[in-house]
């Protein structure tokens, strides 16, 4: 009888090897970041502008292009990621092996935050030196954006924390955070002032890093625009879509919406790039999956910006397609405003 169990427990157990196999191929999670094409999203879902505000019909549309990322896939979603020629797979940045991915998808939204006040504060004074009657009214701080796992009280300052100030050497009470590093010393603690989510201030000792010569925190400037006291005024829309590499076309988008003239003239335009208060077009990562996503979409003009521009035509030039016609560098809003006068004349 004995016997006869221990044959078939050896039989049960071998049944389950493939099962547990499965299983780990499901569930292990490697350091690795995939990308895959997504789609567009019309800037108009995300900004409107009020009804009653009178600006130009839009025949055509403006777009972000969105792809689809994600961190730390299972090795299963690693093979058909890799298998996939739409795809690409990288080593997870060091700057995020320490986060969670929740805390990867928060850094993204404030990304997301950040691009998208930007993009309504240049839209908004580009038109006012136009009409005088548009005004636009923020505020600006800078926030928490990133954390280094040697960082004391780690856990206790969050993402999008406000700093304030910090103790410097000689008692100088520092509250431009560009300041900090000249004025401080590797190896001594400073005490780092912070407004939290709940609007409570707390102070925390922060030791400037011997081999770094970093505090292990990066703060990052944020510009918070005023809907209700701006004219027109204008709502914002919750977004699943993270990160900042749609600035340029909400630009463009906020622009349009605010203008007496379509400058889209009935065209179909996407585009990719950051947008800085000055109006500069920066670049951005997936390049790939965001020209096939434009590609498939069937767009008539899609922007993007010089030091993404030949990566762009590498990637039409491997998968056959021609770029002559649609395919369009700008290094500044003003550039892609120009662009598309031109179109219309």
Known sequence: MNELLEKYSLHIKL???????????????????????????????????DSSYDSSEEAGSISTTYVMSLPRPTIFEFLLADFNKFCDTYALPTSYENYTNEEINTISYYDKDISVSTSIIVAYEAMASVDPSIVINYTSKIIV????????????????????????????????????KENTTA?????????????DTYTVGLTKDLDTGLFGITLYPYSLVDPETSYPVFAINDSSIGGSSGGLLQTLAVYNMLSSEDITHGLKVAGTGTMSIDGTVGNIGAVKQKVLTAYLNHVDVFFMSPDDYSTAVNVCEAYNIDYSSWLVSVATFQDALDYLEGLGE
């Open 15 to 49: 049944l389950f090897i493939p099962y547990l196999a499965l299983l780990f191929l499901l569930i292990f999670p490697l350091d690795f970041l995939v990308y895959s094409p997504g789609g567009l999203t019309e800037v108009n879902r995300l900004i409107e502008i």
């Open 187 to 199: 190896g001594n603690t400073y005490d780092f002032t912070f407004i939290n989510a709940d609007g």
């Open 145 to 180: 954006f990133g954390k280094s796992s040697y960082l004391s009280h780690y856990d206790e300052i969050a993402f999008g924390d406000e700093f304030v100030q910090v103790v410097g050497d000689d008692s100088l009470v520092i509250t431009d955070s560009s300041l900090i």
